[in-house]
T-cell receptor, first 114, second 114 residues
């Protein structure tokens, strides 16, 4: 079953604009990771944010986490055509010694038009 | 260093056959997990191995099995293939078991069952 839900399901923007994707989840988490997937390819890791963190940055990416609302957002600034992909959030609820098991949202399909 | 490597990338099998997929984790990574991705069900966790032991298992029938070798390489096997097993099978690795570890994915193996 899917732990997370992503919003919107699809997003189309122009190059240079910012793109914001949201993820909500249902149970308490240890961390949340964002991934990008180009069509037919594997998942590329973007950012990991721990449950005790509120915001992280990596280049043009900014991730926020609100554990009280059980939600996270991914902001891509100054988007490029190459950012066109599906973006997934994945939550990890396992303990430190009990392995890891990611539960994925349904993903947001981002299209950046040149 | 090399990423997660999966072989074969593409394969076609007939209903009733079995298939073995192979995964080489990032050098030094000891945790390997497998995921199935389909249009209908999205990304679903299959199982995770650490130190040759299965640590976590998802909700898949017993036809899906896996193993990990002493060099951390992993294989997954699907027996008595069904049409619904057609999917992208993704292998992932992380340095250690447990939450908080960044999980890196391979390019996947595309399985088509006819």
């Amino acid at each position: 079953s899917q732990q997370g839900e992503e919003d919107p399901q699809a997003l189309s923007i122009q190059e240079g604009e910012n793109a914001t994707m949201n993820c909500s989840y249902k149970t308490s988490i240890n961390n949340l990771q964002w991934y990008r997937q180009n069509s037919g390819r594997g998942l590329v890791h973007l950012i990991l944010i721990r449950s005790n963190e509120r915001e992280k940055h990596s280049g043009r990416l900014r991730v926020t986490l609100d554990t009280s609302k059980k939600s996270s957002s991914l902001l891509i600034t100054a988007s490029r055509a190459a950012d066109t992909a599906s973006y997934f959030c994945a939550t990890d609820t396992q303990g430190e010694t009990s392995g890891s098991r990611l539960t994925f949202g349904e993903g947001t399909q981002l299209t950046v038009n040149p | 260093k090399a990423g997660v490597t999966q072989t074969p990338r593409y394969l076609i099998k007939t209903r009733g056959q079995q298939v073995t997929l192979s995964c080489s984790p990032i050098s030094g990574h000891r945790s390997v997990s497998w995921y199935q991705q389909t249009p209908g069900q999205g990304l679903q966790f299959l199982f995770e191995y650490f130190s040759e032991t299965q640590r976590n298992k998802g909700n898949f029938p017993g036809r899906f099995s896996g193993r990990q070798f002493s060099n951390s390489r992993s294989e997954m096997n699907v027996s008595t293939l069904e049409l619904g097993d057609s999917a992208l099978y993704l292998c992932a690795s992380s340095l250690r078991q447990g939450s908080g570890n960044t999980i890196y994915f391979g390019e996947g193996s595309w399985l088509t069952v006819v």
